[in-house]
Antibody
Framework: QLVESGGGLVQPGGSLRLSCTTSGFRFNDYWMSWVRQAPGRGLEWVANIKQDGSEHYYVDPVKRRFIISRDNAKSSLYLDMGSLTAEDTAVYYC????????????????WGQGTMVAVSS | DIQLTQSPSSLSASIGDRITITCRASESIRRYLNWYQQKPGKAPKLLINDVSTLQSGVPSRFSGSGSGTDFTLTISNLQPEDVATYYCQQSFETPPITFGQGTRLEIK
């Protein structure tokens, strides 16, 4: 199970930290991702992080503004978001990757319910 | 970045129909193509990975095929509970992981 939290209304230029608490599986066995969905729009992968936290990758629009991290002791995933703009308004989903990111054989097999982030003045 | 283009963007079909959704990649992604179903107000659900491998619990009326740049998701014997938006997603050339723009399926 994946449960996101931390969403809310934030002003442009502001910051927010999302959390994803997991249970029911060995968290440190999996790559983990954040995927977002703007209102009425499609899915956009945001970032992911390797099992031990040693590698992380981002989609271009969030590079240098967002930071993904994890705490394996707490089985939790985080997304620190900064310099937020209206274009960041979306439901943010935490998702587990079932395969190896670099093998190509990868998919999101477990999703949280999402947390809404609204950026507006 | 690899672009995925789905067609059609939306479709309406009748109960019992067989429908096909196409996903075209901007370059070859071999067989690293996954399909998701998202019902209104819900998180996406993985239906099929690696082109044609059905996830546990997914009805056998769902099937996938293709390789290289052209892929299809087929739903046979369409049921009311299949109303959803369907997304393809590639994991071959990353980052970034990319999704198609989605296909909204409605019942006539």
């Amino acid at each position: 199970q994946l449960v996101e939290s931390g969403g809310g209304l934030v002003q442009p230029g502001g910051s927010l930290r999302l959390s994803c608490t997991t249970s029911g599986f060995r968290f440190n066995d999996y790559w983990m991702s954040w995927v977002r969905q703007a209102p009425g729009r499609g899915l956009e992968w945001v970032a992911n992080i390797k099992q031990d936290g040693s590698e992380h990758y981002y989609v271009d629009p969030v590079k240098r503004r967002f930071i993904i991290s994890r705490d394996n002791a707490k089985s939790s995933l985080y997304l620190d978001m900064g310099s937020l703009t209206a274009e960041d308004t979306a439901v943010y989903y935490c998702a587990r990757e079932k395969g190896d990111f670099w093998s190509g054989d990868d998919a999101f097999d477990l999703w949280g319910q999402g947390t809404m982030v609204a950026v507006s003045s | 970045d690899i672009q995925l283009t789905q067609s059609p963007s939306s479709l309406s079909a009748s109960i019992g129909d067989r429908i096909t959704i196409t996903c075209r990649a901007s370059e070859s992604i071999r067989r690293y193509l996954n399909w998701y179903q998202q019902k209104p107000g819900k998180a996406p659900k993985l239906l099929i990975n690696d082109v044609s491998t059905l996830q546990s619990g997914v009805p056998s009326r769902f099937s996938g095929s293709g390789s290289g740049t052209d892929f299809t998701l087929t739903i046979s014997n369409l049921q009311p509970e299949d109303v959803a938006t369907y997304y393809c997603q590639q994991s071959f050339e990353t980052p970034p992981i990319t999704f198609g723009q989605g296909t909204r399926l409605e019942i006539k």
